[in-house]
């Protein structure tokens, strides 16, 4: 088995633990962890640095914050690799700068922004028929043609992570869930920007999850609709511009005096505007000379 194999297999297990399963073996797990030869490639791929941050903060047992810390802090360096020797010696700022940091990241009670940048919380696990099928339909259409941009994300996780976020906000998967998950899937179909830029983390899937039709929509969708939008101010205001409304003129079907006119010139200039009436009551229309 792999390195990648056997974290995964090892935080699957943690995962359990953090829900509330039995805590006896996190130990042995924390240890098993700090003797694999793992490098910046498993940590970015499995995110294991999240789930033991996680735990971390989960437990009350001392030796266990130790371990998590002591982990957390030998990955630290896949984010910070030391600079090239110039000959020179360490700037004193610079270098305390960053023992504060390193300070600032190990206290138990606060968050690790650092390492939350570089390894996203991981979706929760589910055996949910219904959410499986989301997601497995999201990491499709995340697939696309195959056309996957420099830097990246596997389409299986930021897929989880879309569905994970969207029933966050339900709390099930009613009839509003279902519509918000085919309302991404059709947006990330037909919207090919909006694809690569959830693949390369540019919008998140938090963010994702929120967004209106609106802001989904392509540049030509936009351009479309906005079109639309013109078009029907246009033609509302030429209702109301065009024509002159009038009691003195009574329609010949319904028998009301509700009637709209117009004078266009339609014959030579010479001669007199052809008057075209229109009932407001009926929507019998005539010509009047």
């Not at 490639?41 to 996680?54: A, F, K, W, Y």
């Not at 009301?256 to 007199?272: H, I, M």
Request: charge should be neutral.
């Amino acid at each position: 088995m792999g390195c990648e194999d056997e974290v995964i297999k090892i935080q699957k297990k943690l995962e359990k633990i953090i829900s509330g399963s039995d805590g006896s073996q996190a130990k042995d797990l924390l240890l098993t962890l700090k003797e694999l030869p793992i490098n910046l490639e498993v940590l970015t791929t499995t995110r294991i640095g999240m789930t033991v941050n996680s735990l971390r903060k989960s437990t009350t047992e001392d030796e266990i914050v130790f371990l998590s810390k002591a982990l957390i802090k030998s990955w630290k360096k896949f984010l910070d690799p030391p600079a090239a020797s110039s000959g020179k010696e360490v700037n004193n700022d610079k270098k305390e700068k960053k023992e504060a940091a390193e300070e600032e990241a190990s206290k138990p009670d606060e968050d690790n922004s650092a390492l939350q940048r570089a390894f996203p919380a991981l979706p929760s696990y589910t055996n949910d028929a219904v959410r499986l099928k989301c997601r497995e339909m999201l990491q499709n259409v995340l697939r696309g043609d195959g056309e996957m941009p420099d830097g990246s994300n596997d389409p299986g996780l930021v897929a989880e992570q879309i569905e994970d976020a969207i029933h966050a906000d339900f709390k099930s998967t009613n009839e509003k869930y279902k519509n918000k998950i085919r309302s991404r899937i059709m947006n990330l179909k037909s919207n090919n920007m909006l694809r690569l830029n959830v693949l390369t983390g540019a919008v998140s899937a938090s963010k994702l999850s929120k967004m209106t039709p609106e802001e989904m929509a392509s540049v030509e969708m936009k351009a479309l609709r906005d079109k639309f939008v013109k078009e029907g101010i246009e033609d509302s205001q030429l209702a109301v511009v065009e024509g002159t409304k009038t009691d003195l003129l009574k329609c010949g079907k319904c028998h009301k005096r509700n009637c709209t006119y117009n004078q266009l010139q339609t014959r030579s200039a010479d001669e007199p505007m052809t008057t075209f009436v229109l009932c407001n009551e009926c929507g019998h229309r005539w010509k009047f000379c």
